[in-house]
Each structure stands twice: as C-alpha cells, then as structure tokens.
Nanobody, 115 residues
Framework: VQLQASGGGLVQAGGSLRLSCEAS?????????TAWYRQAAGKERELVAR???????DYAEAVKGRFTISRDNAKNSVYLQMTSVKPEDTATYYC?????????WGQGTQVTVSS
C-alpha cells in the first residue's frame, strides 16, 4: 500500500507544473478523500487542496484561483495543477489519503519556484 508522488521540479515564477499521485494497493480508492499538503523549509506542513469522493474540492486561501486538484479514479490517481506559481509556493508537496483508518502519505515531491 503506497502513494507515489511525482511531477515536481524547478519552475520560474508565473509558470505551471502538474503533480501526480498514484495509489497502489488501496481498495476502493474512488471512495476516499485525498489531498495535497506542502511543507516549506522551517515551516509546518499545511493543507493545499483536498478532494472528496463526491468529488467536491476546497483550497487554501494562498492557492485559490491558481491551483486545481482533480482525480482519475480509473487510474487511482490524484493531481495538482499549479499555475501562476510564486516563489512562496516552494516546498515539498505530499499527497495524502487514509488507509485502514490511518493517515497514508506519499514520499513527497520537491517544487522549487525561482523568481
């Protein structure tokens, strides 16, 4: 059972990036709420966006209008489309869901935005 995140990298301010997270070994992934979190150096991990099984979505104020979370249940995957990125978006991004009543985290993918 794992979440495999990918898609991070170096991008210039104002650019775009798409993160992907593929779940494996999780039964009924389509019924699970999932989310993206991020953690910048020296700061606490914070929620970026989440998507329910509905699906409904909600976002942190800092990314509203710039980031879009989506899911493809046929691929057991969740995505984070990042646009108009800013240097303050620089962080390690983690995907999250639950499994067996516990938090399950992906390994993290680094996003660095240059000014």
């Amino acid at each position: 059972v794992q979440l495999q995140a990918s898609g991070g990298g170096l991008v210039q301010a104002g650019g775009s990036l798409r993160l992907s997270c593929e779940a494996s070994g999780i039964h009924n992934f389509r019924n699970k709420n999932t989310a993206w979190y991020r953690q910048a150096a020296g700061k606490e991990r914070e929620l970026v966006a989440r998507i329910t099984s509905g699906p409904s979505t909600d976002y942190a104020e800092a990314v509203k209008g710039r980031f879009t979370i989506s899911r493809d249940n046929a691929k057991n995957s969740v995505y984070l489309q990042m646009t108009s990125v800013k240097p303050e978006d620089t962080a390690t991004y983690y995907c999250w869901t639950t499994w067996n009543w516990r938090d399950l985290w992906g390994q993290g993918t680094q996003v660095t935005v240059s000014s």
